[in-house]
């Protein structure tokens, strides 16, 4: 953080390098999130460059009280969310097939290694169909291990409203994943 911090006094004093040095560290993982939000390699590209774009804009709003991963993500969630109103995009997106891997335990047995691919496959179909207000915040928790108290700063809502939306998605998938398979899970 205070890395993090050092940099920003630098950006603030015309040190663009100090900005590329910011980019570079955080692009990877903002990246990471995005897609998994998107479900596209080419939407995300073009939502991070725009985060950063407003990340620089922005630096002097920039608070140093909030840690600048959650400053940066709350603005790649805005960002997102901006991106999806103003392209009107179909809520249904494709299943990324890089996100579901095989497992290297089954290797032996390739029906094995079917049926957990197709679950998978059905979760992060379930995962994707989830209204953005349950999605990100379940993405933050389990794909980019955030706290509750960093997902609620980085949503702008408290740490007990971040886990009830992390709770309430995970009742959602087990819900509509028992209605798919009769109750069975």
């Not at 702008?156 to 309430?168: D, L, P």
Request: with cysteine; hydrophobic share 35%; aromatic share 10%.
């Amino acid at each position: 953080m205070q890395e993090d911090l050092t940099q920003i006094r630098r950006i603030r004093d015309g040190d663009i390098e100090a900005f590329g040095e910011l980019v570079d560290k955080y692009k990877n993982r903002l990246f990471s999130f995005l897609v998994k939000l998107t479900g596209s390699r080419h939407d995300s590209e073009e939502i991070l460059q725009e985060v950063f774009i407003r990340a620089f804009s922005n630096i002097n709003k920039y608070d140093d009280r909030w840690m600048f991963s959650t400053w940066i993500y709350r603005i790649a969630v805005n960002t997102y969310k901006s991106y999806m109103r103003k392209e009107k995009r179909n809520k249904t997106i494709p299943i990324d097939d890089a996100m579901v891997s095989e497992n290297p335990a089954v290797y032996g047995n390739p029906e094995n290694v079917y049926e957990k691919n197709e679950r998978r496959r059905e979760i992060i179909s379930l995962i994707r169909n989830l209204k953005d207000k349950q999605r990100i915040p379940l993405i933050l928790k389990y794909v980019k291990n955030c706290s509750y108290a960093e997902i609620g700063d980085i949503l702008g809502i408290s740490e007990e409203a971040a886990k009830m939306r992390v709770f309430r998605a995970k009742k959602t998938i087990c819900e509509k994943y028992m209605e798919r398979h009769g109750g069975e899970f």
